[in-house]
């Protein structure tokens, strides 16, 4: 069973910024598909960004709102994945969650598409 616990969430002001992590336990294979979302408050929950290893290299994932940013990466030798956030809005304020699947492809920003889920950390922007 994989097990995900995410870190680092907490309040700043607007402008400011924060480094999420989250670490993967009982896995057995490094090279999965680690993505985040987030919910904001009346919203769904969406694709942030996501992070793979192919035979090609490493392919990250974006969503347009996230691609200038943030950033995402990965530490396989710690089965962690961070979600790095600069300029954060109010609007990025929200419960962060990360989850993992085997392939990121085209669905990586689908939450129906990922069964592991870390528990979430919030983070709050204020203005």
């Known amino acids: 069973q994989v097990d995900l616990v995410e870190s680092g969430g907490g309040s700043v002001q607007a402008g400011g910024s924060l480094r999420l992590s989250c670490t993967a336990s009982?896995?057995?294979?490094?090279?999965?598909?680690m993505a985040w979302f987030r919910q904001t408050p009346g919203k769904e929950r969406e694709g942030v960004a996501a992070i793979a290893i192919t035979t090609g290299g490493t392919n990250t994932y974006y969503a347009d709102f996230a691609k200038a940013r943030l950033s995402v990466s990965r530490d396989d030798a710690k089965n962690t994945v961070y979600l790095q956030m600069h300029s954060l809005k109010p609007e990025d304020t929200g419960t962060y969650y990360c989850a993992r699947r085997l392939f990121c492809l085209g669905s990586w920003s689908r939450p129906d598409a990922f069964s592991a889920w870390g528990q979430g950390t919030q983070v709050t922007v204020s203005s």
């Open positions: 009982g896995v057995t294979d490094s090279r999965a598909c």
